[in-house]
């Protein structure tokens, strides 16, 4: 230090220890955060691996579907795949809204499929549509066979649902679509949870479903990201507390 710049003050020791329990709190919180992202994208792995398990044993038929449910607890069936003969009630098709794939917006369409030879009704969650920017209310056109089909597909639970404002969830175009509702509102026997059609695109439908493990490497990215800054606020404190003060009492004359 030259003959011509002011000493520097020294530091009062609760300024230390408080820069020390801010330095610690930053570095416990940035961990945890770390850890709590890495948590998440090993249940997103696991989940992925648990369906994909799940998807390997042969398929169900349409009896377990509607069997009560302590002969097929929904926990046991949920993700395996099965397969469905029935008619599509297409005049009740719905059009779920804000839904991706493919990292484009537009709807997910549901049609409830009427079980061969059973009165009760399958809501099938079967595959996705672009929207039109245009003009929201225009649908591309969707191919619903007025004969018997052959459904193949996944159990899942009903379709997620998005935040919706009052009147959202009316009419053939809506934001969610609660299961309940939909039975009182069109009067069939429709079985608890539905069926997420799998398959290549068909009938003007996409079916490039999300998988659970698709968010899993952002996860891991965030939490290496978490603990890069828990490591480089130890290195800024270490640094500025005790190597920078020693570099600078040793160059001070004495």
Do not use: C
């Amino acid at each position: 230090m030259s003959a011509s710049e002011p000493p520097l003050p020294a530091r009062s020791p609760w300024l230390r220890v408080g820069l020390a329990m801010a330095a610690l709190a930053t570095v416990a919180l940035t961990l945890g955060l770390g850890f709590w992202q890495l948590g998440r994208g090993q249940q997103r792995l696991a989940l992925q691996a648990s369906l994909e398990a799940r998807q390997a044993l042969p398929a169900l038929e349409a009896e377990v579907l509607v069997a009560p449910r302590a002969a097929a607890p929904a926990s046991e069936l949920l993700h395996r795949r099965v397969a469905l003969r029935g008619q599509w009630v297409a005049e009740r098709t719905v059009y779920l809204d804000n839904r991706q794939m493919q990292g484009r917006p537009g709807f997910y369409v549901l049609t409830p499929l009427r079980l061969a030879g059973r009165d009760e009704v399958v809501l099938v969650q079967r595959g996705w549509i672009p929207r039109d920017f245009q003009d929201r209310t225009r649908l591309a056109p969707v191919v619903s066979s007025a004969g018997e089909i052959t459904v193949t597909g996944r159990i899942a639970l009903a379709p997620a649902r998005l935040y919706a404002f009052e009147g959202a969830d009316t009419g053939p175009i809506r934001q969610n679509l609660l299961l309940e509702s939909f039975r009182a509102e069109t009067g069939l026997p429709l079985v608890d949870g539905s069926v997420v059609q799998v398959g290549p695109p068909s009938e003007g439908l996409l079916r490039d479903w999300p998988v659970a493990a698709s968010g899993a490497d952002k996860n891991f990215g965030y939490a290496f990201q978490w603990w890069a800054l828990s490591a480089l606020i130890i290195i800024l404190y270490v640094w500025f507390q005790f190597i920078a003060p020693r570099r600078r009492a040793a160059r001070e004359p004495r």
